[in-house]
């Protein structure tokens, strides 16, 4: 007769763990009940300027200012990095100096600058430095308004960080994919938008959909050129009715809104991206077998016995 030996398996147990969880949601039961049960928070006015048409109007102003500023930082930015990893002496150190000169001065600062630049120059003249050729000249004070101040210096300050990353995702592919890229014959636009582009977007994306968030939370500097974005409007409203906390909580929630949608959107790039280096994958592998197959069928050749 044999005897059969029962296992009995037991789950491990975390007991730290659950201590943590329930001290976390005690403090949250706390935090919760302080904000919504405190009448000082006057949820009643925010629920009334929340959706109101000139909050409204700043938080358009908002998502224009990051759509455009993400646009040409990227395209500036992409040109600076590739300037950065260039083989000419000239274009990497002018590209270095450019993003050594932005990361290093304030938003705040830039802005003020670029608002008072018709103090320091009444015109703005396209031509040939050092001659008297010239196309076109334009009044300063009537190039550079509010939104176009405040559409520059975004620019010109998330085009330094947004190069560095580009460099950085460049910099992590592998340098026998150059040289595999290099090998087949293909040119340098085709290398870099075909083959490195794609392997270095997984770095790239991460760090620079966090830079895209920062830029939406950056816009709210622009206050000081006077321009209704959100974070000024805000402003104006609680200096007029002394509604400085429930005002700035409007601010609050939609600026959580657009950091929200933007890290969904960065979640869905991600997961399709993945999604198609999966595919792909799969399907370099299928075509790799099908030519190690019909390589096995070709090389076999026919035995034939002789008879003697």
Known sequence: MNNVETIKVVPARYPLRTVGAVVALFVLAIVVQSVAFNPRWEWAVFARWCFDPVIL???????????????????????????????????????????????????????????NFSYLYDTLSLGVPFTTISWGSFE????????????????????????????????G???????????LGLPASRRTLRIILPQALRTILPAGFNEIISLAK???????????????????????TQEVIPLLMVGAVWYLVITTVLSAIQHLVERALARSERRSAVNQSRASSRTRSVTTQTTQEPVHASLS
């Open 57 to 115: 109007e700043g938080v358009g102003q908002t998502l224009l200012l990051t759509l455009i500023g993400t646009a040409l930082s990227v395209v500036i930015g992409g040109m600076l990095a590739l300037a950065r990893l260039s083989s000419s002496w000239l274009l990497s150190s002018l590209a270095w100096g450019y993003i050594w000169l932005f990361r290093s001065l304030p938003l705040i600062v830039v802005l003020i600058i670029l608002y």
């Open 140 to 171: 300063t004070i009537n190039v550079l308004g509010q939104f176009s101040t405040a559409v520059i210096g975004l620019t010109l300050v998330q085009s330094a960080y947004t190069a560095e990353i580009i460099r950085g995702g460049f910099l």
């Open 173 to 183: 592919v592998d340098h026998g994919q150059y040289e595999a890229a290099a090998a």
């Open 218 to 240: 950056g816009t709210s500097m622009v206050y000081v050129l006077a321009m209704p974005e959100l974070f000024y409007t805000i402003q104006m409203i609680y200096n007029r």
